[in-house]
């Protein structure tokens, strides 16, 4: 009997349906298990608990989830990256200056997760863990390069890994501290991550002031050309 189809359907594996269902599929069982991670901890029974709650089948849990809870976890911070970028967006960032667009992009991925911040405290605590792999400094350099473009960065060249190697220190240090701040509307944290950002504009106008000098000092290779070729 000839396979049927509904219109426009692709087949299995080619593409984008596969991809959207299981994507549909990450976010339901994120959304079930959110309410219990300050209870249970990132676990493979919250994951399976959150498939159940969800009406997702073990089966295609695996598949949104080929590695567990560790996925899950990971989708959850990439999902924060996600709705950062789309708070900025919809800023003026063009008529602020740089340090104001990078304070404002890390308190806009803080407060994405303002209501799970347990969750995200025992995220980065599971990403910690050896257990892990490469895991946690992945995640946190998607986090800073979401930062750095939506701010509009665009350097290539060494200031591209400068620029998030810096700021991956600021924004792990910050969100260290909001973790166990408990002033009102996280003011200390604020204040703190402050200081960091000035300690950002100070290396950056070390280096501004550095390719200064550089540029003024004479070419090392054309003045060994003409030593060379000199008489």
């Known amino acids: 009997m000839p396979e049927t189809r509904s219109p426009g359907a692709k087949r299995p594996g080619t593409g984008k349906p596969k991809t959207d269902r299981l994507e549909a599929v990450r976010a339901k069982i994120l959304g079930r298990a959110l309410p219990n991670v300050a209870f249970d901890g990132w676990t493979p029974r919250l994951l399976r ?7 997702v089948a073990h089966g295609e849990m695996r598949l949104a989830f080929p590695d567990g809870v560790v996925d899950l976890v990971d989708y959850f911070l990439a999902d924060g990256d996600r709705r950062m970028e ?8 063009a008529t602020m200056k740089i340090r104001e667009r990078i304070k404002l992009a890390v308190v806009t991925r803080i407060e994405a997760d303002l209501a799970h911040r347990e969750a995200m405290r025992r995220a980065i605590t599971l990403l910690a863990l050896p257990t892990s792999g490469a895991r946690g400094p992945r995640a946190l350099y998607r986090t800073v390069d979401a930062i750095w473009r939506a701010v509009g960065d665009t350097s290539t060249d060494f200031n591209f890994y400068t620029k998030r190697a810096t700021l991956a220190g600021v924004f792990s240090s910050v969100t260290l501290y909001w973790f166990s701040d ?5 003011a200390r944290t604020w204040e703190f991550l402050d200081r960091r950002i000035d300690d950002i504009m100070r290396i950056e106008k070390a280096k501004a002031a550095a390719k200064n000098v550089a540029a003024k000092l004479p070419d090392p290779f ?3 050309g003409r030593l060379r070729y000199r008489g």
Do not use: R, T, V
């Open 222 to 224: 054309a003045l060994l």
């Open 86 to 93: 789309e708070a900025l967006a919809k800023e003026d960032l």
């Open 49 to 55: 608990e959150a498939a159940d709650a969800a009406g």
């Open 182 to 186: 408990d002033s009102e509307g996280f």
